[in-house]
Each structure stands twice: as structure tokens, then as C-alpha cells.
């Protein structure tokens, strides 16, 4: 038991001791095409060898490799770092002119022997954040407030709006503004488009200073050059009074969009119940009387001479009545036969079917007359006429005649 600890206490003392200052995971940021300092070192127990010293990286892209190697008391930068690579002694390196893609671990591997030990090997890893700092348009920020409320997506309310921008680049890792609001409190943009960095303020408004600015510690803002007016960041004086007139603008303008918005609804629905209206109110009646004697005559009744017709239903021409709107009517056929020995043989026709028939004939001088008539239900474009059912039929002109009206339509 003595015996091991021992063992183990003079194996700790005799062996590499690291006097750099990197411990292991340290993270260190350089900025793009400055040196990357990495100065570890070490001391050797009196009877302890360097047998090699190996530098190597992996970076964040997933490359990886050896970076140079200490062998044999010389140097060997690898191919890939010639001339960008250089010894500070023990395991200090500094490669120079340093990437944003070579950001990534950097380890040293120091393998030694002695007495003892045949091989041991020792090993540092530190990770390089190479940054690159964020550039503007105009080299430096311009803040304001938007002259209009916008609305606020998240809660439908109208906000004051701050604009900060306008970043042309990010930098890397890519930086987003904070915005310092007149309590001192720092707050994160509300969104960000293309550079520029917005922010809603709370409803309502405080008036005072914001001020849009880096992030000091973010490695992209240490990049920037000491006097670069991006690390003022910029300052908007909101005036509360304004602010909040803004917004009661905006809430009045859109009080006014929704009233004409809802009288637009409203004239639709008026003007769709006038059409109703017009339609309901439209009245239906017809009388017509043939306008010529029709001899032998077999088929529809016509033309006639219209006397009446309210709704446009009957067609003179045709002799044809067109149903204007459903609902029931009733329609009278009448003729009286002037001619010898012919009759009057009358179908008052309902799309095609009879729905009344009448006959009369005359003998001698005793004159004959005929009526029929039907109440019928009938659906708009249904149509309905007088039709001659024989040919040794006549119908004078004075004394044949059609009828009709709505008795009372369905949608009233
Ligand atoms: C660097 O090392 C850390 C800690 O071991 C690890 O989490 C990380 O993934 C490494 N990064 C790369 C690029 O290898
Ligand atoms: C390495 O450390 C030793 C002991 O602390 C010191 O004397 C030496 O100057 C250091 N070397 C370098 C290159 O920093
Ligand atoms: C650093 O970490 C590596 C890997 O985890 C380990 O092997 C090594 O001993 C550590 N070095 C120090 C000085 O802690
Ligand atoms: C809210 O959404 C609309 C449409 O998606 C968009 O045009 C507008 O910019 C958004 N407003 C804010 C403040 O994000
Ligand atoms: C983004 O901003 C740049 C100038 O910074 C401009 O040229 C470009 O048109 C913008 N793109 C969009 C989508 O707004
Ligand atoms: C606000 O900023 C202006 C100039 O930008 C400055 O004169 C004023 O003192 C600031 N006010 C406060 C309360 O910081
Ligand atoms: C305007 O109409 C929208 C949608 O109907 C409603 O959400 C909003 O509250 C209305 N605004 C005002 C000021 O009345
Ligand atoms: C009557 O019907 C005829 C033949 O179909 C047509 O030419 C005429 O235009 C119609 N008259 C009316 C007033 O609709």
C-alpha cells in the first residue's frame, strides 16, 4: 500500500508539468488574419526525454489534421502551414493569418520517456473561436422610430416601432443587436430582416433614450477595430406624448377602415334585399285576345294582341305564358265559335299536359261558347298556352281570349 503511493507520488513529481496557463477546453477568440497564439509549455523531471511533440487541429467543418511536429530536437511545420507556422519553444506555437473556417480544437501532444516510463504521452486541447467582426452600411448605425405603428403579430395590438441597421455582414459568429431601454434595461430585438434589427415597444410607450448596441463580449464585437463607431451603437430619443398619439392614430385609422369596411357588408346586404325586394314584388297578371280567326285550325293558340301583361309573362307572338316566379296561379281560356257547324275544342296546356279542356259546337245561328280554367302550381321558366285539340275547328279573333295571375307566390 505504502509502496504504491509512493510509486505513484514520485511518478507525479518526476513527470511533465505544464506551466502555461491554457488549461484543457480553454476557449480563446481571434479575430480573422490575426495570429493564433497558442504558448503552452511545460517542464521535464531531470531524467524525463522529449521523444516527439505533435500540434494538431479539427476544425468546425470537420477537417482535421497535423498542424507540425518536433522530432529528433527539429521542427517540422506539415505542408498545409509552411510559412504560417512558428516554434516559440516547448510546445508554443503561433500560426499566423488565421481563418474563419480554422476555428475549432487545437491540440498539443507532448510524448516523452524515461527511466521508468517507456512512452508517455501528455496532451492540451484549447478551442479557437476565430471571429470576424460585422460591418454596416454606412460604417456605423442609424437608429429610428418608425414614423407609423405597426401591429404586433404575437398580441394584435398596435406598437411603436424602433428600427436599428442597417448590418451588411453579422460578422461571425453572426451578432445580433440589444437594444438599452431608458430604465437601463438591456432587451433583445423583436425581429431582425436583412440587417436590420427592430424592436416593439411595450404598450404603452416610455418615452426616453434607446440605444441599439453590440453585444460587448461577443467575439465578432471584439474583432472591431478600437474606434469603430459600431461600438457606440446609436441613440433614439422617443418622446412619450408622440409615441402614444401614434398609436392612437393608428387605432383611429384602423376604427375607420373597419367602419368602412362593415358599411361596404352592409350595402351588399342591402342591395341583396332590394333585389329580393323588386323581385317579391313584382305582380303577375296577363289578358290577351287572339288577333285574327283561326279556321280548321289544329295546335297553339296565336299570335294574340296583349291588353295586359304585369311581369312580362305572356308572349303575344308565341301565345306562349313563361312563369316569372313559383307560385300558384290561375288562368282562364274562353272562345265562342262564329262559324257553321265548327267547334271550339279547347286544352289549356301545362308544360305539355292538359290541365283543362273544353268544347263547343255551333249549329246553325245558335252560337257556342267555351271556357275552361285551372289553378295550377307552377316553378319559374315552366310554360303554359291554349292549344286547338281538332282541325275542324274556329275561333274568332274578338271572342277568344287568355287569362291569368299569380294568386300568391312561394317566396313572399
Ligand atoms: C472540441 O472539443 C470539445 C470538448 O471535447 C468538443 O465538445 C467539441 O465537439 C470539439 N470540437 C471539434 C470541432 O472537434
Ligand atoms: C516556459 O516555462 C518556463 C518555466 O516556467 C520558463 O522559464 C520559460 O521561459 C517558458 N518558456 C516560454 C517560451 O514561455
Ligand atoms: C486534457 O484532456 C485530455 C483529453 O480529455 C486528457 O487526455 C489530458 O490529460 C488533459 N490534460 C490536462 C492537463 O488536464
Ligand atoms: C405581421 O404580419 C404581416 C403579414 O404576415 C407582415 O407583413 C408584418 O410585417 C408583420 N408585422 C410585424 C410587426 O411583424
Ligand atoms: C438586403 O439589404 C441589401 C443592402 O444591405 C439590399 O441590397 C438587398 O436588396 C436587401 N434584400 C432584401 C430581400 O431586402
Ligand atoms: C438622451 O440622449 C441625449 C443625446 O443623445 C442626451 O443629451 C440625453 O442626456 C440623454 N438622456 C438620458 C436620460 O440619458
Ligand atoms: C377592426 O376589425 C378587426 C377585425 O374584425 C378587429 O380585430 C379589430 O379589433 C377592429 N379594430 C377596431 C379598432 O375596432
Ligand atoms: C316572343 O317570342 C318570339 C319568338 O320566340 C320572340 O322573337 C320575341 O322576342 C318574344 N317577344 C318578347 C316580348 O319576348
Known amino acids: 500500500m505504502f509502496w504504491v503511493l509512493l510509486t505513484t507520488l514520485l511518478s507525479l513529481t518526476t513527470a ?36 516527439d ?28 502551414f509552411t510559412g504560417r507556422v512558428q516554434w516559440t519553444g516547448q510546445g508554443g506555437i503561433v500560426v499566423s493569418q488565421a481563418a474563419i473556417a480554422e476555428s475549432g480544437n487545437y491540440t498539443v501532444m507532448v510524448s516523452t520517456d524515461d527511466a521508468t516510463h517507456p512512452l508517455v504521452t501528455f496532451s492540451k486541447t484549447i478551442y479557437v473561436h476565430v471571429a470576424d467582426p460585422p460591418t454596416a452600411q454606412s460604417g456605423e448605425f442609424h437608429v ?22 442597417v448590418l451588411t455582414s453579422p460578422g461571425h ?25 427592430r ?19 461577443s467575439p465578432a464585437t471584439r474583432c472591431l477595430p478600437p474606434l469603430s463607431p459600431l461600438l457606440e451603437g446609436a441613440t433614439v430619443i422617443v418622446d412619450q406624448v408622440k409615441a402614444s398619439f401614434t398609436l392612437l392614430e393608428a387605432r383611429q385609422q384602423e376604427m375607420e377602415k373597419n367602419v368602412s369596411a362593415e358599411n361596404a357588408r352592409l350595402q351588399t346586404e342591402l342591395d ?17 285576345r287572339l288577333q285574327s280567326g283561326l279556321s280548321n285550325f289544329r295546335g297553339r ?5 296583349i291588353i295586359t301583361n ?49 268544347r263547343a259546337r255551333r249549329y246553325s245561328n245558335y252560337g257556342a261558347a267555351a271556357t275552361c280554367h285551372a289553378t295550377i302550381h307552377l316553378t319559374v321558366g315552366e310554360r303554359v298556352w291554349v292549344e286547338s285539340g281538332a282541325s275542324d275547328t274556329y275561333y274568332g279573333s274578338d271572342s277568344t281570349s287568355f287569362t291569368g295571375f299569380l294568386l300568391g307566390a312561394d317566396d313572399w
Open 16 to 51: 511533465l508539468q505544464w506551466t502555461d496557463s491554457l488549461t484543457n477546453n480553454t476557449v480563446i477568440t481571434v479575430c480573422s488574419a490575426s495570429d493564433i497564439q497558442l504558448p503552452w509549455n511545460f517542464t521535464l523531471s531531470p531524467d524525463e526525454r522529449i521523444e
Open 272 to 288: 341583396a334585399l332590394k333585389t329580393r325586394l323588386d323581385a317579391a314584388s313584382t305582380r303577375v297578371s296577363f289578358h290577351a
Open 144 to 165: 429610428l422610430q418608425e414614423p407609423d405603428a405597426v401591429i404586433d403579430n404575437t398580441t394584435g395590438q398596435w406598437k411603436v416601432e424602433l428600427t436599428c441597421g
Open 310 to 358: 304585369e311581369g312580362d309573362a305572356i308572349n303575344g307572338t308565341t301565345g306562349i305564358f313563361t312563369t316569372p316566379r313559383d307560385g300558384t296561379y290561375f288562368f282562364v281560356a274562353s272562345s265562342t265559335t262564329l262559324s257553321a257547324d265548327k267547334y271550339v275544342y279547347m286544352h289549356l296546356m301545362a308544360e305539355g299536359r292538359s290541365v283543362a279542356f273544353t
Open 301 to 305: 293558340l296565336q299570335p294574340f294582341n
Open 173 to 197: 459568429p453572426a451578432v445580433h443587436v440589444v437594444w438599452t431601454t431608458p430604465d437601463g434595461h438591456t432587451v433583445e430585438s423583436s425581429s431582425e430582416h436583412n440587417g436590420t434589427f
Open 199 to 217: 424592436l416593439l415597444l411595450p404598450n404603452p410607450p416610455s418615452g426616453g433614450n434607446y440605444t441599439c448596441t453590440l453585444p460587448p463580449l
Open 53 to 80: 511533440i505533435k500540434w494538431i487541429y479539427r476544425a468546425e467543418d470537420g477537417s482535421e489534421g497535423l498542424i507540425a511536429i518536433f522530432a529528433a530536437g527539429h521542427f517540422k511545420p506539415m505542408p498545409a
